[in-house]
């Protein structure tokens, strides 16, 4: 995944120019590259930072807070200056990466922490849901890997809405407005059967699935109905998921 596309993607389809999601991208893997002084960061647009009685003005920039792993020695001791020194140059580079893709000054802060420990985990549980919704499913999936990686953290309707995507995307392709199963070389879904009748899912619409209805023997086409994904028992969601990941 191409990270600067996505950025570029993001900036020209983002309304409000609320920029905290790109910032946050850009930084999440400013701290990977340098996870041995960083353990994460925090955004906060400025519209959301808390304005102290003594300011007039509303504050104007973005600011970032880093959690970094204080090391041993006092700050004012040789040792302390020269991490002190060293983290000078993180944050002007932290900076800089923001301000050339984006035009945004940070304002910048620091907490200290004995280690990452926990902190890592609790940001990656909140960072794979944020790049979800930043990305949505599709390019999460390329971003992660694959969707195995992504799978625990997603909802029902997120499910549905790939399923729409992918739907969208094959039919733009197709020249179509949905399209059969058998023109991805998939068989048809089974739906529901009784004493009298079996139905399947045979066709794919861009918001509901088309369920055809045969007789018990299976010879006869009596009929068919429109579910929509939503409408659809999360098993089936599931198996259109596995369908449409490989197509």
Do not use: W
């Not at 055809?212 to 994904?229: A, K, P, Q």
């Amino acid at each position: 995944m191409d990270l600067r596309t996505n950025i570029k993607r993001i900036l020209r389809e983002e309304t409000n120019k609320d920029l905290t999601p790109v910032i946050e991208m850009l930084l999440e893997g400013f701290v990977n590259d340098h996870k041995d002084e960083i353990c994460k960061v925090e955004v906060t647009h400025p519209n959301k930072r808390i304005k102290l009685p003594q300011h007039m003005y509303d504050h104007e920039h973005y600011a970032v807070t880093f959690y970094i792993i204080k090391r041993n020695g006092k700050l004012n001791s040789r040792t302390g200056l020269l991490f002190l020194h060293k983290f000078d140059n993180l944050m002007n580079e932290a900076f800089d990466l923001i301000y050339n893709y984006t035009g945004e000054r940070l304002d910048m802060f620091i907490k200290y922490v004995k280690s990452c420990g926990d902190i890592i985990q609790e940001n990656k549980e909140n960072s794979i849901p944020k790049m979800i919704k930043i990305l949505g499913i599709s390019d999460a999936i390329k971003y992660f890997g694959n969707y195995y990686s992504i799978k625990p953290y997603l909802k029902v309707i997120d499910k549905v809405n790939f399923i729409k995507e992918k739907v969208d995307e094959i039919s733009e392709e197709l020249g179509s407005s949905g399209f059969a199963l058998y023109e991805l070389n998939e068989q048809p879904i089974f739906y529901d059967e009784d004493d009298n009748e079996l139905k399947q899912i045979e066709y794919l619409g861009k918001d509901s699935v088309y369920v055809d209805v045969y007789n018990d023997d299976g010879d006869t086409h009596v009929g068919d109905f429109t579910v929509t994904y939503e409408g659809l028992p999360v098993e089936i969601i599931e198996e259109l998921v596995g369908i449409l990941l490989n197509s």
